[in-house]
């Protein structure tokens, strides 16, 4: 048998199928270990087995379109000297180190999948390069917690254990001179011919995964259960299809045209953007601060008010209950920069880029641009560094005067890889805004939380004490504990009662039990005005909004005319159809019924907010996905296109 192997079967085809094999076996593995990891929010689902068994059968095409982009070059080299009849030891070698490093390289991103998944409830994109900008607190991050330290460990063996099979495969095969060869030259040729065709139609179908059609991530999806879909893609196949970062879905001119309408921005407005309007206010303005206070990851769902009963949120769900309460706001999307871009400024996140990053040098204007007209100091309050998401570089151009960062306070004060506590940038807050030289002049202060985010540090030695619960709860409870602190400080001041608080977060968490591929409970905010002076009882609302949403909300509390140059709406005297947020790799467009989902690999799908269980019902539904696509892609690109063309910036009131 042996020698018929070796004689009918030419070594460079047992290298590429061995090694074809010995992907399919690590990768496997992967996704059994990612299984083990979700087996908790998995276990007692009906027909859990054989929706596992499909996966896994799914799983084999997404690993096989990986695994042939890695083998189809060395495929094709070795294919040509087995035609010239040549052995090149060195062509050998270096393919299959070319092999063992891609190979090395994907099961590190496999490696780093499975706690981004436990955090993102997504699998690896490029949003994980939002941490090359602060290369020390990213390894701070990946070595201060064993869980990932164990990660990595793993990943080194699995390594290892690879690159020995692989290095054993390739001496078996390439190098090792077979004792029984064809001597016929013809018969040799035809037998290459053959195999090369041969594997050569395989490598055109891995390559794109699917006999019918390339493979889409949409295709992972065998059921109606958010984690069971998850389990058949590949990390590697999530990460490069997430690279592409331009939106072209709609003619541009239409884009443009239909947010215009969709904004009510009037014809021959004479601004050079797009979606410029003025917005006139005829009562008297009022020139109070502004405090807008942007909570790390504070889901919805961990207040009272959104129907926790854990009561870790006591001092927030007060605030709630005496303010004005948004009750249905959505991030712009999951992580910091994007709550801070949007927040300030108005403008939609795309897909993963980290917004601040702002590649395009565009000035922007919302909050501070437009309040420094009106004669504001703004500030900027941040727990850690300012390189974080690019802060120094966006922030200065983009209207604020002042940034207290972590450098600006004594060491003793630096409790974590974040900086200082949240309480201890409160206080700072309080001294600053009491302190300050004129005080006639109103502020605008935006105050980023951070506490609330791993690696989990709760401050010792203040008047706070923790319930017995894991120590993600503590932190929201120490979280909540500090606004209150604040709140009680700033009570105190003379500039308390002439002051607007705006409480919201910069995104959710991963919170409570998914019932769509996106975790909702990532994008549910809480959106919370406070001030005694304009808001004499409770007031709840419900309008659909986001956090593009708060500007143009407070402005019309202050009653301020301006040119709204945003694609914010008031929410106190406009309706918005629908909200639209990044998912990183994927779009979102909903409202009260429909939640519209739309891919990088274009595929879309729509659902049913409260019937989850009826899944995709785009097919059925193609006049709600056009319309809801329409909406938000004409926003999205509109966006992109007056950053492209620097439209995005502050435009005095016409006199």
């Not at 001179?177 to 490598?203: C, R, T």
């Not at 409970?521 to 959106?527: C, K, N, Q, T």
């Not at 909300?553 to 639209?580: A, Q």
């Not at 799908?605 to 696509?629: R, Y």
Request: hydrophobic share 45%.
């Amino acid at each position: 048998m042996q020698i018929v192997i070796d004689k009918y079967l030419p070594k460079h085809v047992r290298y590429i199928v061995l090694m074809y094999l010995l992907g399919i076996l690590f990768f496997t593995f992967f996704r059994w270990f990612f299984v083990m990891q979700v087996n908790s929010q998995i276990s007692g689902i009906p027909f859990l087995a054989s929706y596992l068994k499909n996966a896994y059968l799914m799983g084999l095409h997404f690993d096989t379109v990986i695994i042939c982009y890695i083998l189809i070059l060395p495929f094709l080299l070795i294919s040509v000297s087995s035609f010239l009849n040549r052995r090149f030891r060195l062509l050998y070698r270096i393919s299959g180190l070319f092999v063992t490093v891609l190979f090395v390289l994907s099961f590190l991103i496999f490696a780093i999948d499975i706690p981004w998944f436990n955090y993102n409830f997504s699998r690896l994109n490029v949003a994980v390069f939002n941490w090359i900008s602060t290369p020390g607190q990213m390894l701070s991050l990946a070595f201060s917690e064993t869980i990932y330290i164990i990660y990595f460990i793993c990943f080194l063996i699995i390594a290892l254990l690879f690159s020995f099979a692989a290095r054993f495969i390739r001496k078996r095969t390439l190098s090792l001179k077979s004792k029984e060869e064809i001597n016929k030259p013809l018969l040799k040729f035809l037998l290459n011919l053959f195999y090369f065709l041969v594997l050569s139609y395989f490598f055109f179908w891995g390559l794109r995964g699917n006999t019918r059609a390339p493979l889409k991530q949409v295709d992972a999806c065998i059921s109606n259960n958010a984690i069971i879909n998850q389990v058949a893609l590949n990390p590697v196949f999530t990460f490069i299809k997430s690279f592409s970062n331009k939106i072209y879905v709609l003619d541009e001119d239409i884009a443009v045209n239909n947010a215009r309408k969709y904004l009510g921005v009037p014809v021959n407005t004479g601004f050079d953007s797009p979606v410029a309007r003025v917005v006139k206010c005829d009562s008297g303005e009022k020139r109070l601060n502004i405090v807008l206070i942007l909570m790390e990851s504070m889901t919805a769902n961990n207040l009272g008010r959104f129907g926790n009963t854990e009561k870790i949120t006591p001092n927030i769900d007060s605030l709630a209950k005496l303010g004005l309460s948004f009750d249905n706001i959505w991030s712009a999307g999951k992580h910091t920069s994007n709550g801070i871009y949007s927040s300030l400024y108005s403008f939609p996140g795309i897909w993963s880029q980290p917004p601040t990053s702002n590649i395009e040098r565009a000035v922007f204007s919302g909050f501070p641009g437009v309040l420094k007209q009106y004669n504001y100091s703004t500030w900027y309050f941040t727990t850690h560094d300012l390189s974080y998401d690019n802060l120094r570089e966006f922030l200065f151009p983009n209207g604020f005067d002042t940034a207290i960062e972590a450098n600006t306070y004594p060491k003793e004060k630096i409790v974590g890889m974040y900086g200082v506590a949240d309480h201890t940038m409160f206080e700072r807050g309080v001294r600053e805004f009491s302190s300050r030289s004129d005080k006639n002049k109103p502020f605008f202060a935006a105050i980023m939380t951070t506490s609330n985010h791993g690696p989990y540090v709760i401050p010792q030695g203040i008047p706070f004490k923790a319930k017995p619960n894991p120590v993600e709860k503590q932190a929201v409870e120490y979280s909540d504990w500090a606004i209150g602190y604040f709140m009680k400080m700033a009570s105190e001041q003379p500039w308390f009662d002439s002051t607007i608080f705006i409480f919201t977060a910069d995104h959710g968490a991963n919170v409570g039990g998914n019932k769509f591929e996106i975790p909702l409970s990532f994008h549910h905010i809480p959106l919370i005005i406070y001030c005694p002076f304009l808001i004499k009882s409770h007031e709840s609302n419900n309008k659909l909004g986001g956090q593009i949403d708060i500007f143009p909300t407070v402005m019309d509390m202050l009653n301020f005319s301006y040119v709204n140059n945003t694609f914010g709406m008031d929410l106190l005297k406009e309706d918005r159809p629908y909200i639209y947020f990044t998912e990183d790799n994927k779009m979102v467009c909903l409202n009260d019924t429909f939640m519209y989902v739309y891919s990088k690999d274009k595929s879309e799908q729509l659902f049913l907010l409260k019937n989850p269980e009826t899944g995709d019902i785009s097919e059925k539904n193609s006049t709600k996905v056009k319309e809801m696509k329409t909406y938000m892609f004409s926003m999205l690109q509109t966006s992109q296109w007056m950053i492209e063309h620097k439209k995005t910036g502050l435009i005095p009131l016409p006199h």
